[in-house]
């Protein structure tokens, strides 16, 4: 026997999206310190030591802070709360 109607469940759920102010960017960075965070994947050091060298020659930087996630799918942030506190900029790249 054929049932006249069939039940059919929704499983999605609504989305909670949530607003996130997006950080003051400095207008340039002299006399700034950059984070540097190395998200540990291949070739992701060489790129990020590179984009370094190039903005050194750029910038007057007053220093640099290099910290290495340790893994690729790890958070970090306790590297992020670290450069809220010390750094003017960050810079994160990935690898591969």
């Known amino acids: 026997m054929i049932p006249e109607m069939v039940a059919v469940f929704d499983p999605t759920a609504e989305g909670r999206a949530r607003a996130i102010p997006i950080a003051s960017r400095p207008d340039n960075l002299n006399h700034k ?24 020659e750029r910038f007057h930087l ?27 900029a960050v810079l994160i790249g990935p690898g591969d």
Not at 49 to 54: M, N, V
Request: hydrophobic content about 40%; aromatic content about 6%; glycine content about 14%.
């Open 33 to 56: 310190v950059l984070g540097v965070i190395w998200n540990t994947k291949p070739n992701g050091d060489i790129l990020l030591r590179r984009i370094l060298e190039r903005l050194s």
């Open 62 to 88: 007053s220093g640099t802070i290099w910290r290495q996630k340790p893994g690729a799918a790890m958070s970090g942030g306790d590297i992020i709360n670290e450069f809220g506190e010390t750094a003017d």
